[in-house]
Structure formats: structure tokens, C-alpha cells
């Protein structure tokens, strides 16, 4: 009940000592320590919602580790999960301490079908015919695929399949219905969710229709959340995940911290998700040490045109000083002797919300965060072409079990140019030996973001100009 009267009224008065410790927000879907198996096609392959999520938690809730997993395959769909199953996912997955997050449906929806020559050759009947077809034989295989997954995780969270942008004016020929159809596979994951008693969901693609509909509806057919494939998000659709998945999975509202000062009355007001401590008023100054219990989400400029859609600095990424009392005039915030911005009496009586303050070192100590998440997506991505080759080749490799014949194998495809993908053979040739070496290194950068987001006490100083 503390936290609760905390989070929802993060002004409330309360009386306060020279040390004025806040309980810590929690999180609704993740424990300390928990595994978190990111499972599907070319998307979660890439990764982009992932290193997202991956920022987020790290900077929010710094003490509470977890672990990602990627175990996306690029060109995946229902029937590839279902057939690496056992050695490529169950091993990750654990009962007690696992979040498994699925998403898939843009590969299993056929997209070739949708276009203009595909529907003149098949006909309208046959084109209706092969929907029912695809949508049936999907719902069969989420439902086994789901009930599998909840079985061997502690929460299985059903992501609605991404969106398919129909709406861009982009050179991508435009394959319409293909999103429409995706809808109707979210709804079959909602459906089917309500059947297990661990999942849960999380309605992707409204809310990136939501978002991109705005996007366009402001700034033109040419700006997309997606890719110009119209199908692959990058960072800035990632991001628009992330709020969804804070939407539909967490609080309604999720602070970095929050300090309220009375400096008429000499005291703290109140606290939230961080500690105050040594705090001096004087006249038209006031110094105090603050240690926020998480830090703030440094947006990617990629992303920051979708910001006025969503709800995040408000809800999600709120640093708020709030300084009631003082006297009328202009005043200059240091923190740990530097100035890093100026404010009037009036703003910071209203509070003001230092995450987007690119001066702070609470601000540089996570963009430091994001770029070990992004080398952890790179590293992430790449690794995931050995899993995919033996996926393209699981009727041959079904045959060799030894590592070294593999490659051979695999070499032999790239020199007589029958390779489908000649990158990613070349990155089994070259990587396969190597691929505990760099599972391990994953590991480690995975170690390192947790081990560089503890946040350190920070001294404040306000002073007027």
C-alpha cells in the first residue's frame, strides 16, 4: 500500500527527516534474476523491440538483473518453431524463472498472395479460400506452440504480430490486406491467451497502427515507424513496442524518481523511487545529495518524432525536482558541480522533468547503457545466422552431426553458389567454431549493461542567478 500511495501521488506531503529513504517501484511482469527468451522470425531476430525492452528495464530497475535471449530466425514462422523446438528454445526456457515473449504471424500470413498479380492468377475465390486456409492452420499451430512454451516458462507473454505497413506511400509494392489479415492473427493470440493461465498479452500491432496512423496523418504517406520493406521497425518502432508493452504489461505509471523540496518551510515534501540525504536551505540556495533508484530512458533521435503520440516522458520517464517557496527569480541547478540547466521559480514549483536533460550524468551514465544494449543487439542479431542456416538446413544437417562437416557443408553451398543467403553462410563458415565463445561474450556484455546501471548518490545544488 506504500508503494502504491507513493507511485500515485508522488506530491504528497509528508514530514521528513535530513535522511528521507522512498521505497522502490517494482515491476508487474519481471523478477530478479529471471531469463528472458525473446522467440520469433526476422523481427525479434533483429532485435530492435528487444534492445528496447532491455534499456528500459536496465535503467528503471537496476538491481533487478535479468537475462536476454534471442531466439529469432530470420524467415521463421510457426512451422520452424515447432521444428526447433526442442533444441534451440526449451533449452533456454525454465518454469520458475522465465519471461518467454512470442511473436510471430508476418511469415505464416503468406504476403506474396496479397499481390495484385497473385490475386488476378488465383481469383478472388481462391484467394478467400487460401485465407481461411492460412488462418486455420495458424490458429492450430499458436495453440500448440503457446501451450508449450506456458508450460516450461513462468509467464509466456503473446505479442499480437507487428504491423505490416499498408499505409506508406513507399517503392516497396504495397501488398494491402496484409495487415488487416495480421490483425486477425492478433486476435487469434488474444483468443487463445485467455485459455492459459501464465500468458499474457500484448496488442503490438494496435499500438503501432495507432502511432503510425498519427505519424502520416501529420507529416505525410512517407514517414513510417517501419522499414522501407514495410515490414522490418527498426529503433524507432522498437520503441513504440516498448510503450505497448509498458501499456498493456506494467503500471500506468513507472517513475525514474521524483524529489519534492518545501524551501519556505525548510523541509523535504516527498519522495519517490530514490533517498535524500545533508540537505541545507539557506537563502536563495539549497543543496542536498539525491541517489535516484533508477536512471532515465535516453530516447534515440530516431524515435523522437513519435514522442508527442505517446505518453512516455509523462508516464514512463519522469525525473521530476519539484522546489515550492522560493523566492521570485531565475535559478541555476548544478549536480555534482556542473550547471546543467536554469529554471525559473515558477517551473520548479510547477516541477521539472530532468530525463530529457542531456547535461546530467544520471543522462550520460545511461546513454553509456544504450550503447552496450545496442552492442549486445548487433552481437545478438548476428549470432542468430548459425541457428538460421541449420534451420534452412535441418534436412542435410540431419545427416551431419559433427560441427566441422557442418561448415564444410555449408562452405561447399557458397563455392558452387547454391548458398540462398551467401551473408549469412559466410557468417556460419566463419563463426560456427566459435559459437560458445560468443555466446559467452553475449553473456558478459549482458553482465556489464546490469553491472554499469547502478546509479550513484548525486549532489544538487540550486542557486539563484
Known sequence: MKILLLCLCPFLTLFAHLAYPAEKCRSKIFNDGDSVCMVGDSITAWGWHTANIMLFYATRFPEMKLNFHNLGISGDSCAGIMHRMNYDILPHLDRHNCVCVL?????????????????????????????????????????????????????????????????????AENLAGVNDELRQFGEICKSYSAKLENCRVADMNLGMSEVNAKLQKDFGAEQTIIGPDRVHPSFCGGFVMLNRWLKDLESDSIPVSSVALDARNKRIASLVNCKVSEVEFSEDAIKFVSE??????????????????????????????????????????????????????????????????????????????????????????????????????????????????????????????????????????????????????????????????????????????
Open 103 to 171: 511473436m510471430i504471424g508476418m511469415n505464416d500470413v503468406g504476403r506474396n498472395k496479397f499481390s495484385q498479380n497473385a490475386k488476378r492468377r488465383t481469383g478472388e475465390r481462391e484467394f478467400l479460400k487460401s485465407i481461411t486456409q492460412t488462418r486455420k492452420l495458424y490458429a492450430e499451430r499458436v495453440e500448440s506452440i503457446s501451450n508449450t512454451l506456458s508450460k516450461n516458462s513462468r509467464i509466456l507473454v503473446l505479442f499480437t504480430p507487428s504491423i505490416y505497413d499498408q499505409t506508406a506511400n513507399l517503392a
Open 292 to 465: 535516484e533508484f533508477s536512471l532515465p530512458f535516453p530516447v534515440d533521435e530516431s524515435a523522437q518524432k513519435v514522442l508527442a503520440y505517446l505518453p512516455f516522458q509523462t508516464k514512463y520517464n519522469r525525473q521530476t525536482l519539484q522546489i515550492i517557496g522560493l523566492n521570485p527569480g531565475t535559478y541555476i541547478l548544478s549536480i555534482g558541480g556542473n550547471p546543467v540547466a536554469e529554471y525559473s521559480a515558477k517551473d520548479l514549483a510547477r516541477g521539472v522533468n530532468l530525463s530529457e536533460n542531456r547535461k546530467t550524468p544520471q543522462y550520460a551514465q545511461a546513454e553509456a547503457i544504450y550503447e552496450k544494449c545496442s552492442a549486445f543487439r548487433n552481437l545478438a542479431a548476428s549470432f542468430r545466422s548459425i541457428a538460421m542456416v541449420e534451420l534452412l538446413e535441418r534436412k542435410e544437417f540431419g545427416k551431419i552431426s559433427d560441427p566441422m562437416e557442418r561448415i564444410e557443408y555449408a562452405r561447399s553451398k557458397l563455392a558452387d553458389k547454391t548458398a540462398p543467403y551467401p551473408d549469412i553462410y559466410e557468417y556460419y563458415v566463419k563463426n560456427k567454431a566459435r559459437e560458445k565463445e560468443i555466446a559467452k561474450e553475449l553473456s558478459r556484455l549482458n553482465e556489464e549493461i546490469y553491472a554499469s546501471a547502478i546509479p550513484a548518490p548525486h549532489l544538487y545544488e540550486l542557486r539563484k542567478k
